[in-house]
């Protein structure tokens, strides 16, 4: 009993340490967890797989640093699957830091093996759009011309000079969009404009924060799947056995959840027994 | 260890922050300073380069003088620092709301309230299918207020009660997902890119 008390009266600073202990052991003595991946996660999966050797996908990301732990190993994902598959890749965001990230990610994936093998080329197998200002009006604007909404890359290279960009004049040549996203502008408005609108099939990659808002989208079929949060991308890295950091993130989430969850039971009956006894 | 300054920089102000998990500190003001003070020094210089300069001034450049319109319209959001002439920033602000009120009203209906009222006309030949349409009816029950929440009314309310403490449990779950994920990243910053214990 005088434990359960105590429990009421804990310190939140031996929450924060053990929390902070549940999160850094697992990343020194690393466990094998097996993946289960859910049936939003293989929607994606399954929709880019289904995609055909030169179809062109726009990979759009509505992130920055403070989600980039959650949303770039999804971002990479997407990368090493789209090349696997020889689908075109067209970088863009709605948010300032987003395509830089995205930068980050496609660096990091050619430096690979196995990409730097298949001899990749900027303009023809990929490009970056880089960042506009305007959220769902770049959306609607790119419905009626892409080249008229970014006349140039994100380096200043105008779109002409791309031989990928040539044939795109509007979402009539896009086959499918893979959203990243981490708030506002992002995933609503793309189903919104560009798959309602305009009839782009898209999937998207949110911040665990946000796939509850998202998952509304998944029932009716405007998204044909949905990565939310480290578990989605670690569901992506393991269904594109790729292994990334969503993998190796996962042991510590694990580990930290069944802290917060014995916390939550601790608390809860603490309260519920304390009451009684107060009651008495 | 590493070596990077820049690198050091990021995991000092990283603890600095962190800090405050233990008590308010003078490490973690100095520390909340310099990300409030850098934010608005990036974001001020990011806007112009990204936002104006392409926007507004590269197609001004060009001869599409009708964007001069847009210049005028942003000039006059920065003029309720004007006290004096500060009524002229409605205009802008009417502008904007209008336009967004335009461009999203029937695409909003469409997707957000005609799309999920088809999602959720099912046959009820699944359990899925069948907590779903009792979630819907009783959830909707219980924000139907003209109706005084009593007898077999109040007893959906309450089961309507009972489904959205569940969609929050959920999101709150969720939360709690996210917030975790990013201690993990940044707790990984600091053992491998930092310490250099992790490979």
């Not at chain 1, 009006?137 to 006349?151: D, E, L």
Request: charged share 15%; hydrophobic share 50%.
């Amino acid at each position: 009993m005088r434990i359960l008390e105590k429990t009421m009266v804990l310190d939140r600073r031996i929450i924060f340490l053990l929390i902070a202990v549940a999160v850094v052991v697992p990343l020194f003595i690393p466990f094998h967890l097996k993946m289960h991946p859910t049936p939003a996660s293989q929607g994606l999966y399954d929709a880019v797989e289904k995609l055909s050797k030169g179809s062109t996908v726009i990979i759009s990301g509505e992130y920055d640093p403070g989600t980039a732990p959650e949303i770039q190993p999804m971002v990479k994902g997407a990368l090493k699957h789209c090349f696997r598959k020889g689908i075109k890749v067209i970088l863009m965001g709605l948010w300032p830091q987003g395509p830089a990230l995205e930068a980050q990610a496609l660096q990091e994936v050619l430096e690979e093996t196995e990409f730097e093998e298949m001899n990749l080329q900027y303009g023809q197998d990929y490009v970056n759009l880089g960042y506009k200002a305007g959220g769902q009006v770049v959306i609607q604007s790119m419905g009626t011309s892409i080249p008229a909404t970014f006349p140039t890359d994100m380096a200043g290279t105008p779109i002409e000079e791309l031989s990928l960009m040539k044939e795109i004049r509007n979402f009539d040549d896009i086959t499918f969009i893979l959203d990243f996203s981490a708030g506002d502008p992002g995933t609503p408005f793309w189903v919104m404009f560009a798959h309602d609108r305009f009839h782009v099939p898209m999937a998207s990659g949110c911040t665990a924060v946000s796939a509850p808002m998202l998952y509304p989208y998944l029932q009716t079929g405007q998204l044909a799947g949905l990565l939310g949060g480290l578990k989605g991308a670690a569901d992506y890295e393991w269904l594109t056995k790729s292994p990334g950091t969503g993998i190796q993130y996962m042991p510590s989430q694990s580990i930290a959840h069944l802290v917060i969850v014995i916390f939550i039971i601790l608390g809860n009956i603490a309260f519920f027994v304390t009451r009684k006894k107060g009651e008495r | 260890m590493s070596t990077s300054i820049e690198v050091w920089i990021a995991a000092l102000l990283t603890l600095g922050i962190l800090s405050f998990l233990y008590k308010d500190n003078p490490f973690y003001k100095v520390s909340e300073s310099i990300f409030i003070g850098v934010s608005a020094a990036y974001w001020f210089v990011y806007m112009i380069y990204n936002v104006i300069k392409p926007n507004l001034i590269v197609n001004l450049r060009m001869g599409q003088w009708w964007y001069a319109f847009a210049g005028i319209l942003g000039i006059m959001m920065l003029l309720r620092l004007v006290p004096k002439i500060g009524w002229l920033s409605r205009w802008a602000v009417a502008f904007m709301i209008g336009t967004g009120a335009g461009l999203n009203f029937i695409v909003y209906l469409q997707s957000n309230v005609m799309k999920q009222i088809k999602g959720t006309l099912v046959p009820l030949n699944s359990i899925g299918n069948i907590v779903m349409i009792v979630g819907v009816v009783t959830g909707l029950i219980y924000f139907f207020f003209s109706a005084e929440h009593k007898g077999l009314f109040g007893g959906a309310a309450k089961v309507g009660i009972w489904f959205i403490m569940v969609s929050f449990g959920a999101s709150f779950g969720y939360t709690v997902m996210a917030r975790i994920s990013l201690l993990i990243g940044r707790m990984h910053f600091l053992f491998s890119d930092w310490l250099r214990l992790l490979h």
